[in-house]
């Protein structure tokens, strides 16, 4: 990745173009940002009208689980970076792509492992020498009724290509372990036989840690950390995060420790959420992902630059000196209810009336039971105030979410 000190014009000059894999509500985002700094943005997903697809320059629907479809958009788009968003994306192909040329953020080798939790475990505890808890795999059932006895119940089952708690269960005994080996092998991103089993850790905290790899101001790659950001999932799903966490000064270092010398190790430039629990003064090692995290759209109220901004500046090359002041806010998830399509969204004037609140409505033409339609961003005197309002928000509008149809299957062909 070079320095960069000049930009173009995108569409008629010579700005970098962007090939987004993967238009959801982080994509979107991203390339907001990326526009903002004059990128050219080509968004891919594998349904049309996809939140980013509706601010990009161009867009396809493509399934990026088939790598001769991507390769084949690659050269037709001919993009300076492949930025994945999500992780139903053919990673043997991104490697394959990279090997010929193209470059992929933060780096084909790195998305690959990121997005194969066997791989990354091994990276983080066996080459970065980082802790984590106890884990094991397995390919049927049997093997893992044997790794979850070895664990101790409860443990968790979970997916080897996830995120956002998908294909992940909690096992209380042998009993429990098939349908929880199924809903792993078959409700990932992309279904596999092989899954993790992990030790149920008893935390007192959540959180992520926000690296980012970029130059300084000077040309020089270096690695910054932001202020951890704490999280709840009432289910295995992200609802809630609030920054900054308040943590012992002991063990803010080693999150940010930990998170360094995973992402040092993985390499690249962008942002990385890296995501740890801690009990008392300890720090254990949880995932990663080689892109803006779910968790830090917390960041749209916490800081100047969001995860958003800085992953646009450093994947194209741009200086940050950071970190950067962080004010206290928090993020709540506005959810579907029901299954509908083209949601309509009330209880806005509501959630507004409070001035510290912004809403930020996905424009996802699909809606279903628990799915994220939106997320109410707060600030306030203290952490606690800010969720405070996000939560007011988010669930003023939640109550009041219809849709111009219903679900079935001529509607589904129509907007698709």
């Given at each position: 990745m070079p320095f960069r000190r000049q930009l173009g014009t995108p569409l008629v000059g010579d700005a970098p173009r962007l090939l987004l894999l993967g238009s959801g509500e982080l994509g979107r985002e991203v390339a907001l940002e990326a526009m903002r700094l004059g990128a050219e943005v080509v968004a891919v997903d594998r349904y049309e009208g996809a939140p980013a697809m509706q601010v990009a320059h161009r867009h396809h629907v493509l399934p990026m689980t088939d790598g001769a479809a991507l390769k084949a958009l690659v050269r037709r788009e001919q993009p300076d970076l492949l930025?994945?968003?999500?992780?139903?994306?053919?990673?043997?192909?991104?490697?394959?792509?990279?090997?010929?040329?193209?470059?992929?953020?933060?780096?084909?080798?790195?998305?690959?492992?990121?997005?194969?939790?066997?791989?990354?475990?091994?990276?983080?505890?066996?080459?970065?020498?980082?802790?984590?808890?106890?884990?094991?795999?397995?390919?049927?059932?049997?093997?893992?009724?044997?790794?979850?006895?070895?664990?101790?119940?409860?443990?968790?089952?979970?997916?080897?290509?996830?995120?956002?708690?998908?294909?992940?269960?909690?096992?209380?005994?042998?009993?429990?372990?098939?349908?929880?080996?199924?809903?792993?092998?078959?409700?990932?991103?992309?279904?596999?036989?092989?899954?993790?089993?992990?030790?149920?850790?008893?935390?007192?905290?959540?959180?992520?840690?926000?690296?980012?790899?970029?130059?300084?101001?000077?040309?020089?790659?270096?690695?910054?950390t932001l202020e951890p950001i704490a999280h709840e999932r009432p289910s295995t799903l992200y609802h809630e995060s609030w920054q900054p966490a308040d943590l012992a000064r002991d063990v803010r270092a080693t999150l940010a420790s930990t998170a360094t010398q995973v992402t040092d190790r993985l390499g690249g430039f962008g942002v990385f959420g890296v995501e740890c629990f801690v009990r008392g003064t300890d720090v254990l090692f949880s995932e990663v992902s080689p892109r803006p995290h779910d968790t830090g759209l917390v960041t749209l109220g916490s800081q100047w630059n969001s995860e958003f901004a800085l992953h646009a500046r450093a994947i194209l090359g741009l200086p940050y000196q950071g970190p950067e002041p962080t004010v206290p806010a928090a993020a709540h998830v506005i959810l579907g209810a029901d299954a509908g399509w083209a949601p309509v969204f009330g209880g806005v004037s509501e959630a507004l009336a409070d001035p510290s609140v912004r809403l930020f409505l996905f424009g996802k033409p699909e809606g279903y039971e628990a799915r994220r339609l939106g997320v109410a961003v707060a600030r306030g005197a203290t952490v606690g105030a800010a969720r405070a309002s996000a939560e007011r928000a988010a669930h003023a509008v939640e109550r009041q979410i219809g849709y111009l149809s219903p679900r079935t299957d001529e509607t589904r062909a129509a907007h698709t």
């Open positions: 930025v994945p968003e999500i992780e139903q994306i053919d990673t043997d192909a991104l490697v394959d792509l990279e090997r010929e040329g193209w470059t992929v953020i933060p780096g084909a080798e790195a998305t690959r492992a990121t997005m194969d939790r066997e791989r990354i475990r091994r990276l983080a505890v066996e080459q970065a020498r980082v802790r984590s808890s106890r884990y094991a795999f397995a390919d049927d059932v049997g093997t893992a009724r044997k790794a979850a006895r070895d664990l101790g119940f409860p443990c968790l089952v979970k997916a080897m290509t996830s995120s956002s708690g998908h294909g992940m269960s909690v096992v209380r005994s042998s009993d429990e372990v098939p349908a929880a080996y199924e809903a792993a092998a078959h409700g990932g991103r992309v279904p596999r036989p092989r899954v993790m089993l992990e030790e149920f850790v008893r935390f007192d905290l959540e959180v992520t840690v926000l690296a980012v790899r970029h130059y300084d101001s000077a040309g020089r790659s270096t690695t910054t």
